[in-house]
């Protein structure tokens, strides 16, 4: 009960104060739409004319307030450069994001887990120290930077794989997967990195537990000795990282479909940023703030399920 009402708390807040503070960098950034949607060599009239039509003549609480009180009844408004509904254009654009984030959760979460585990099994040795190096690689270079390798590696080079592009995967399960494999990786790089490390920690301290010890002198085997007793003592701190590495997934999309041209959320807020289309970066804003809330909430909900005694705690 207590975690439901924070979520419904933190609801209003956060949009609030997200969407505002969106509102008031994209405001006070360098330009005037109105001059570039104008056109180059209008006049003072037409551009006054196409400030009055977009509002940008009102102060910027007001501005503020109409586009608020619009959005809580669910009506985005209207893209200022696409001339389109904001809610249709973000959905349309919405299936290539959840894509490229889920695939790049999956190989994450996979990558994570098995590394993370191998190196706590076996702490010390060539493939714990193999695990650092690489969660150190993965924490230190940048998305981007690991995307344009894999481009001149895989689709240059090798030319195994597209290096831009995406198909919806109703056209083909083969071309939609083949478009996302390189884009995915390169998203996933930072969050299984940082899932490896945590997983190795958290892993390596259950193992040196009393109840883990214990089973080894009864002759279990290491598989059933993690799979019995160190899964689920390790989860929760594992589903803690998982919850903010899915967040922070949303945001690497901005920059990995922009460098492999995957017409994408992300992509479209890069797009309406630079063309000032603040209905559109508002309404990408709000869905993003969302989803991040939506899985607070349910990582919240996780403890209970990954250990009980979590959830009595929070009720009493």
Same mark, same amino acid.
Do not use: C
């Given at each position: 009960?207590?975690?439901?009402?924070?979520?419904?708390?933190?609801?209003?807040?956060?949009?609030?104060?997200?969407?505002?503070?969106?509102?008031?960098?994209?405001?006070?950034?360098? !330009?005037?739409?109105?001059?570039?949607?104008?056109?180059?060599?209008?006049?003072?009239?037409?551009?006054?004319?196409?400030?009055?039509?977009? @509002?940008?003549?009102? %102060?910027?609480?007001?501005?503020?307030?109409?586009?608020?009180?619009?959005?809580?009844?669910?009506?985005?408004?209207?893209? #200022?450069?696409?001339?389109?509904?904001?809610?249709?254009?973000?959905?349309?654009?919405?299936?290539?994001?959840?894509?490229?984030?889920?695939?790049?959760?999956?190989?994450?979460?996979?990558?994570?887990?098995?590394? @993370?585990?191998?190196?706590?099994?076996?702490? !010390? @040795?060539?493939?714990?120290?193999?695990?650092?190096?690489?969660?150190?690689a993965g924490i230190a270079l %940048?998305?981007?930077?690991?995307?344009? #390798?894999?481009?001149?590696?895989?689709?240059?080079?090798?030319?195994?794989?597209?290096?831009?592009g995406y198909e919806p995967i109703?056209?083909?399960?083969?071309?939609?997967?083949?478009h996302l494999v390189l884009p995915?990786?390169?998203?996933?790089? *930072?969050?299984?990195?940082?899932?490896?490390?945590?997983?190795?920690?958290?892993?390596?301290?259950?193992?040196?537990?009393?109840?883990? *010890?214990?089973?080894?002198?009864?002759?279990?085997?290491?598989?059933?000795?993690?799979?019995?007793?160190?899964?689920?003592?390790?989860?929760?701190?594992?589903?803690?990282?998982?919850?903010?590495? #899915?967040?922070?997934?949303?945001?690497?999309?901005?920059?990995?479909?922009?460098?492999? !041209?995957?017409?994408?959320?992300?992509?479209?807020?890069?797009?309406?940023?630079?063309?000032?289309?603040? %209905?559109?970066?508002?309404?990408?804003?709000?869905?993003?703030?969302?989803?991040?809330?939506?899985?607070?909430?349910?990582?919240?909900?996780?403890?209970?399920? #990954?250990?009980?005694?979590?959830?009595?705690?929070?009720?009493?």
């Amino acid at each position: 009960m207590r975690t439901l009402w924070r979520f419904v708390v933190a609801v209003p807040v956060l949009f609030v104060v997200v969407s505002f503070g969106v509102f008031g960098l994209v405001a006070l950034a360098p !330009g005037d739409p109105a001059v570039e949607l104008a056109g180059q060599g209008a006049s003072e009239a037409a551009i006054a004319r196409v400030r009055e039509e977009l @509002g940008l003549d009102q %102060p910027l609480l007001v501005r503020y307030g109409d586009w608020l009180a619009h959005a809580v009844r669910g009506d985005l408004g209207t893209s #200022i450069a696409r001339k389109q509904d904001v809610g249709e254009l973000l959905l349309s654009r919405l299936p290539a994001t959840l894509s490229l984030a889920a695939l790049a959760l999956l190989l994450a979460l996979v990558a994570g887990l098995v590394l @993370g585990t191998l190196a706590a099994v076996r702490q !010390g @040795g060539v493939l714990d120290r193999a695990v650092s190096v690489f969660a150190a690689a993965g924490i230190a270079l %940048p998305q981007f930077w690991v995307g344009l #390798i894999l481009v001149v590696v895989f689709s240059l080079q090798l030319g195994w794989l597209p290096a831009t592009g995406y198909e919806p995967i109703g056209e083909g399960v083969g071309g939609w997967l083949t478009h996302l494999v390189l884009p995915a990786v390169a998203l996933a790089w *930072l969050p299984a990195a940082e899932l490896a490390r945590h997983v190795r920690s958290a892993t390596a301290e259950v193992l040196d537990r009393d109840h883990v *010890l214990t089973a080894r002198a009864k002759g279990l085997l290491t598989p059933q000795i993690v799979g019995r007793h160190v899964l689920r003592n390790a989860g929760i701190p594992v589903a803690t990282v998982l919850g903010t590495r #899915i967040a922070q997934l949303l945001g690497g999309t901005v920059v990995v479909e922009t460098v492999f !041209g995957i017409p994408g959320l992300g992509s479209l807020t890069v797009d309406s940023v630079l063309a000032r289309d603040m %209905p559109v970066v508002l309404g990408a804003v709000a869905l993003a703030t969302g989803v991040v809330l939506v899985i607070n909430f349910l990582v919240d909900r996780s403890y209970g399920l #990954i250990d009980p005694r979590t959830a009595e705690g929070a009720r009493a």
